[in-house]
């Protein structure tokens, strides 16, 4: 399996290289990531749950999916490309906004990441990945809200601190 690098960035998203993933996520070296939030018709957000194989937060529930952009790759662009590798699906997405999060984990690994936040519409059924997704489903924004409160061990860290940024945005910009 070839290595994958992500793409080192300051605060404001100026590239300043390129670092094999792990290294990046053991040395918590800040670098550009996308998270796309996919939702229905019902305004239900789709959810996944990662596979029991990831090599960090297996089995925990996060948004539709996320990961790092490559090299000479838009936002929009890695983003289709996880759903369709993730989900099975690809969907229109635009950008909601950026942030900087920093979220360790119990391996020794860091999330370090200025992510960039893309949402897009499907009313279908994905065609899930096993190698990435263990299980997924539609959930109201507020239902997942209250239950990363009564569960947060459910969920990945990273998706408790987008998710409350997320929540956020569709409150204060609802039509």
């Known amino acids: 399996m070839q290595e994958e690098y992500v793409i080192l960035v300051n605060e404001d998203n100026e590239e300043l290289g390129t670092m094999p993933k792990m290294e990046a996520h053991e040395k918590a070296v800040l670098h550009r990531a996308f998270s796309v939030f996919v939702m229905n018709n019902q305004g239900e957000t789709m959810l996944q749950q990662r596979a029991a194989e990831k090599y960090h937060s297996p089995l925990l529930w996060t948004n539709t999916c996320c990961s790092h952009q490559r090299l000479g790759e838009s936002n ?33 690994l860091t999330e370090h990441e200025l992510d960039h936040v893309l949402i897009g519409t499907y009313a279908g059924e994905p065609h899930i990945n096993p190698e990435e997704v263990a299980n997924w489903k539609w959930m109201k924004p507020a239902a997942i809200k209250e239950d990363i409160q009564r569960h947060p061990e459910n969920y990945t860290a990273w998706f408790k601190i987008i998710f409350e940024k997320f929540y956020n945005h569709l409150i204060h910009n609802a039509a």
């Open 76 to 108: 929009i662009e890695a983003g289709k490309r996880r759903l369709q590798e993730e989900m099975g699906f690809v969907t229109e997405l635009k950008e909601l906004f950026s942030f900087v999060y920093k979220a360790p984990f119990d391996n020794g």
